[in-house]
T-cell receptor, first 110, second 110 residues
Framework: DVKVTQSSRYLVKRTGEKVFLECVQD?????MFWYRQDPGLGLRLIYF???????EKGDIPEGYSVSREKKERFSLILESASTNQTSMYLC?????????FGPGTRLTVL | QKEVEQNSGPLSVPEGAIASLNCTYS??????FFWYRQYSGKSPELIMF????GDKEDGRFTAQLNKASQYVSLLIRDSQPSDSATYLC??????????FGRGTSLIVHP
């Protein structure tokens, strides 16, 4: 019954490393999203994609990039990880009147 | 800037009582309204959506929408300790991109 999966639940990286977070959905949704969630700040949209190879910046895209080569897969890339990118990262996939979240990746950058 | 406002709480109710969670939004063009439940350390889970004025019931949950006053609420009847979580309100307009509130923490005490 799993709908959205993320590559890792917990990840620890060092400052300056390149980090890949992957998300896969099995609902044939066109729309996919990457959020980060921090205490007191709520969910903040990093990037979204409405079709293969299409992407749009969200509210906080700085320091991140994304890739969507296949409809079911949406990847978030931290080009050079920094300590202020320590957070919970949530992927979501959306259709009409529904949005499903993956389990999240808790990333710690040391 | 579209805004969705929620009281952060915590809202504390006794077991068996009705919990009432409220959300206001700024964009009059908003079309669809969603309630998510998020347990601590977990990702958000969609519990209800509504797009017409009035009430929508699903089990112990009732969503209420008043577009003229720009608010949407969630009532939880017969509250249980297992309902203790953070409840997120989300709103979409002409685009499919939801705007999230920061959530209300609900505590149901025995």
């Amino acid at each position: 019954d799993v709908k959205v999966t993320q590559s890792s639940r917990y990840l620890v990286k060092r400052t300056g490393e390149k980090v890949f977070l992957e998300c896969v959905q099995d609902m044939d949704h066109e729309n996919m999203f990457w959020y980060r969630q921090d205490p007191g700040l709520g969910l903040r949209l990093i990037y979204f994609s409405y079709d293969v190879k299409m992407k749009e910046k969200g509210d906080i895209p700085e320091g991140y990039s994304v890739s969507r080569e296949k409809k079911e897969r949406f990847s978030l890339i931290l080009e050079s990880a920094s300590t202020n990118q320590t957070s919970m990262y949530l992927c979501a996939s959306a259709g009409a009147n529904e949005q499903f979240f993956g389990p999240g990746t808790r990333l710690t950058v040391l | 800037q579209k805004e969705v406002e929620q009281n952060s709480g915590p809202l504390s109710v006794p077991e068996g009582a009705i919990a009432s969670l409220n959300c206001t939004y700024s964009d009059r063009g908003s079309q669809s309204f969603f309630w998510y439940r998020q347990y601590s350390g977990k990702s958000p889970e969609l519990i209800m959506f509504i797009y017409s004025n009035g009430d929508k019931e699903d089990g112990r949950f009732t969503a209420q929408l008043n577009k003229a006053s720009q608010y949407v609420s969630l009532l939880i009847r017969d509250s249980q300790p297992s309902d203790s979580a953070t409840y997120l309100c989300a709103v979409t307009g002409g685009s499919y991109i939801p705007t999230f509130g920061r959530g209300t923490s609900l505590i149901v005490h025995p």
